[in-house]
């Protein structure tokens, strides 16, 4: 295992245990959930275990991992999406989250061009689009 690999699981272990930030100082990768400071009881990890180089950093571990935050995404962002692993990204415009569920506007349409409110479908896979 590689360090980016490490820091990858690593830090998908400690988002599964509710940390959400990580700040590297003085050679060391600290952990905390939403509110929590650095303190000498505080998780940590040596930096030369990991792939980070840079000292004096804070890091979203959701945005390290790619992980996105649906409920907080504006209506008609680019995303791309898909039903099944196997098929291609199809590109289309975020509509709504709900139930777990993320929508899209059919064929491509925005809020804007939809023909009407309900023109949505919700994908099984789904990422934002790099634009």
Same mark, same amino acid.
């Given at each position: 295992?590689? /360090?980016?690999q490490?820091t +990858?699981?690593?830090?998908?272990?400690?988002y +599964? $245990?509710g940390?959400?930030k990580?700040e590297i100082?003085?050679?060391?990768?600290?952990?905390?959930k939403?509110?929590g400071r650095? !303190?000498?009881w505080s /998780?940590?990890?040596?930096?030369?275990s990991?792939?980070?180089?840079?000292e004096?950093q804070?890091?979203?571990?959701a945005e390290? $991992?790619?992980?996105v935050?649906?409920?907080?995404v504006?209506v008609?962002?680019?995303?791309l999406?898909?039903?099944?692993?196997?098929?291609e990204?199809? @590109?289309?415009?975020f509509?709504?989250? @709900?139930?777990?569920r993320?929508?899209?506007?059919l064929c491509?349409?925005? !809020?804007? !061009?939809?023909d009407y409110?309900?023109?949505?479908?919700d994908w099984? $896979?789904v990422?934002l689009a790099e634009v």
């Open positions: 295992m590689n /360090d980016k490490f +990858d699981e690593l830090f998908r272990r400690m +599964d $245990l940390y959400r990580a100082e003085n050679g060391t990768v600290f952990f905390y939403n509110c650095i !303190s000498q /998780d940590r990890v040596d930096i030369r990991t792939c980070f180089t840079e004096n804070r890091i979203d571990i390290y $991992l790619g992980i935050d649906w409920s907080k504006a008609d962002t680019p995303i999406v898909k039903q099944y692993e196997q098929d990204w199809e @590109k289309r415009h509509a709504y989250f @709900k139930d777990e993320v929508y899209a506007w491509g349409a925005t !809020s804007w !061009s939809a409110e309900g023109d949505t479908t099984n $896979l990422k």
